[in-house]
């Protein structure tokens, strides 16, 4: 287990805080970064039915998944080895059956089938036909949209979770500098990213890498217009910029980070926007501090880059921490205009000033901690645009 | 782009076919898997809602995405640039609007809002709240459940499309060699990992590969009880077993392998398990043909090794092709009992006859394609338990 049983019991303790104040009894939690944040269940299981259930006058939560995981779940919990409901595999991806029916099944059998149910309305791993299952199968129960409770209680971190996010930003600067080390002229975009992968996952001496909810990002040339494009075996061109976005990763617990790479001479506009993005991003590091609000950051952002005339229309970051693929951001926090939660100690970001225009763009980012003063970036590497001199 | 524009128009027409016989008007398609198959599209966005929108007495599909993404289409798909319409980022995991509204707005404003539209309602990117806020953003449509529709599409495979998967089966040799070289007393599992994603990345002189849609999973010791643990940085002890179950991917399709490696003297149930699931799957690779059913496999798999006294619960494959995390499954054809599709040329199968015991396990899998009198494996390598002598 990656944290001490107290620390899953205070969790599980402000979980159902939230559900008090709800009125939720009984929590359905399919977001896996919740059923490990929870349970410690960790296994690549999520792309079949699972779920931990977290009764309101139960001790311990249970989990409910595929016959073939119970062991993991064995392997990976605090869960007590009767909290371990295995269902039978003839529910897996079959077209008469769904797991969602099972899950009705068992409510009933422990008289759970009248409470007011929450689900995460919006997951991933909720999907339409989950919602029309279980209502079906549970024509009494009141359900209620419990989408992000736990992602709430996930937002200020303990100081183990800290600790996990530096050791897993130690990781991404030496992917970071692994990527950065190897761009040139002549070199394919897919060994670049093999040599990110290696890094990310072999880790340090002191300890091994976990794989990233989102895998490395680098868009080389025009492609730099756009931020979510993988790679190719095309190689690299002198002149060409490549975006590197990637994160470490250790326990499931993330610091992405981001730099942009030019071979050979920039052009003019490259250096402007490069210079534009990282005094902006240098800005919002001065200024964040607790008790300030998330759309202030933008603010900060925003006057700074329109001074030279530029205008960013995404947001500038968002909370992140642990979790599963397709994504490492916890779907919280967003660093943009309207959103006013208020800075606290130990809330961590990821704070992504990417700009992309029409032909071309950049990116630079951090993943920072708010600390009792100010905030502190995980990584230490120099932003500004990397100049790789051809050889 | 990854085919022919005949090739998509192709699978366009066999949609619409399908579509027809549904009588399904407007078909919304949310899986990436499913996106790519039929536009091309191919990036890391699909952890925001995006779609492709299929109209029956439309030429081209519709992609709808985020902004930053929009760039992306233009770049991979065959799409008019008017056929790509992005939504603002202020629909980004936001508490007040939804992407799904947009949607709507758009379904709307080009006439579609009352005719009948298939969601796939068993997707992992289509939640339950996409569908809530869709059925009120369009009241006078009428929905129907379109899962699987497309992936029935992709069963049989074109010869493009096996020619990626051969590719990938060669990058998943070299990626399962690469690991079982490294495997011995004294190893961290992540350095194992570490060097396989290297090798699934980097592929061969001649072509990159591309990631798979499930990270090398590799239990080991009593985790091999259990199939979907990924790594940790513990080191390998003499008589630990490890399970390698990897892909390689070539342009987002794959070619699973499953290995089972002994580090030092194997027990003596682990030898007669291992013996047993290898007489298994070669009495099953010699029976398959087109023509016979997929349960008909399952069957020859079952009263092979019942002879012994082994017994598998869980099923024995699953179509399998082009993919996205988080799962390289079609969902479509499984090899188990009730499954009474015909095999057909072309159509391609991950056999993954695993048998997972309480404290030990065995896996040794082929991914096969059905050819016009039998059956070939994509990957050729020696399906024993592999022993490592202790260095």
């Not at 269902?87 to 008289?111: C, E, N, R, W």
């Not at 975009?189 to 976990?210: H, L, M, N, S």
């Amino acid at each position: 287990m990656s944290f001490a049983t107290s620390e899953y019991k205070e969790r599980i303790r402000k979980t159902k805080e939230r559900m008090m104040q709800k009125g939720i009894d009984v929590l359905l939690i399919t977001d896996p970064a919740n059923i490990n944040y929870l349970s410690g269940y960790d296994g690549w299981s999520f792309y079949v039915h699972q779920m931990l259930v977290v009764i309101i006058d139960e001790e311990q939560p249970m989990w409910i998944g595929r016959g073939m995981d119970a062991n993991a779940a064995k392997v990976t919990t605090w869960l007590y080895r009767e909290n371990i409901i295995p269902y039978p595999d003839d529910y897996i991806h079959s077209d008469t059956k769904h797991p969602m029916d099972f899950v009705a099944g068992f409510l009933k059998q422990i008289g759970q089938e009248k409470r007011s149910i929450g689900v995460e309305m919006e997951n991933y791993y909720f999907t339409a036909k989950s919602y029309e299952q279980l209502k079906k199968g549970l024509p009494n129960a009141s359900f209620q949209d419990a989408t992000l409770l736990v992602n709430w209680v996930r937002l200020i971190k303990s100081d183990a979770e800290i600790e996990y996010m530096k050791r897993a930003a130690i990781i991404a600067e030496k992917a970071m500098q692994a990527g950065i080390e190897l761009i040139q002229e002549g070199i394919r975009e897919c060994d670049v990213a093999a040599k990110i992968f290696y890094t990310q996952i072999t880790g340090t001496e002191e300890f091994g890498g976990d794989y990233p909810a989102i895998v490395p990002l680098l868009p080389s040339g025009e492609k730099t217009s756009t931020p979510h494009l993988t790679w190719t075996d095309e190689r690299y061109k002198d002149g060409d910029a490549v975006i590197l976005e990637l994160a470490g990763c250790y326990k499931r617990y993330h610091s992405p980070l981001a730099r942009t790479v030019q071979i050979g001479k920039p052009k003019e506009e490259m250096e402007t926007l490069s210079r534009v993005a990282v005094e902006g991003i240098n800005a919002c590091l001065e200024m964040i501090r607790p008790g300030i609000a998330a759309e202030e950051i933008e603010e900060t952002w925003r006057k700074t880059i329109e001074k030279s005339g530029f205008v960013k229309e995404s947001r500038l970051g968002y909370s992140m921490g642990c979790n599963y693929p397709p994504d490492w951001g916890e779907h919280t926090v967003s660093i943009r205009k309207g959103d006013k939660t208020i800075l606290q100690p130990n809330m961590t970001f990821h704070l992504i000033p990417g700009l992309w225009l029409d032909k071309y763009g950049f990116e630079v980012s951090e993943s920072i901690r708010i600390t009792e003063t100010g905030c502190e970036t995980f990584a230490k590497l120099p932003r500004d645009l990397t100049l790789k001199e051809l050889v």
